[in-house]
């Protein structure tokens, strides 16, 4: 898919980020987690005023993938205050990358994981982490196949339920 274009996204496009978060999150985590808690994390991370927030802080980034100026994955990047974890100040965390199932296999997770690399090594950090659902194999896979290795974990609350994350590292 030679045509997928990445790009940042602006505050112009927190109505389509909302979409795109509530549409990739629902796809992944319907199968495994109650109604009830899906749609209350959803409707906690992924209204306008909280992601309009979010893409003000100068310590987050976040990235659209694009075909024909459809968007159809994004990518979460965080520095300093905003990463989940207290880790090293050299590091930069992925908080997010969701594709829409359609486009699953085509390569669009790469886009964002190579743009997320770029951000790293024009910033200078030391290495780059990330947490994963230890219920999510093919994500694991991907990281794993990316030169990612498990170093820690750490939980997650989805609604009433309690998930564990496997907290993961590249050294750059």
Request: net charge negative; with cysteine.
């Amino acid at each position: 898919m030679e045509n997928i274009e990445v790009r940042r996204v602006t505050l112009d496009d927190i109505e389509a980020l909302a979409e795109i978060g509530r549409q990739t999150f629902e796809q992944t985590n319907s199968d495994t987690s109650s109604t009830n808690d899906m749609v209350k994390y959803m409707e906690e991370g992924f209204f306008v005023d909280k992601l309009t927030e979010e893409v003000r802080n100068i310590a987050s980034q976040f990235y659209f993938a694009t075909l024909n100026e459809q968007v159809i994955g994004y990518l979460k990047l965080n520095t300093g205050n905003s990463k989940t974890a207290a880790l090293d100040d050299e590091s930069l965390e992925i908080e997010r990358i969701y594709v829409l199932a359609a486009y699953h296999g085509q390569k669009v997770g790469q886009f964002l994981y190579n743009k997320a690399m770029q951000v790293a090594e024009e910033q200078k950090f030391h290495f780059v982490w990330l947490c994963v659902w230890e219920k999510n194999p093919r994500a694991i896979r991907f990281y794993e196949k990316n030169g990612f290795v498990a170093f820690d974990q750490k939980y997650f609350k989805l609604g009433e339920e309690e998930q564990t994350d496997i907290m993961m590292k590249k050294i750059l």
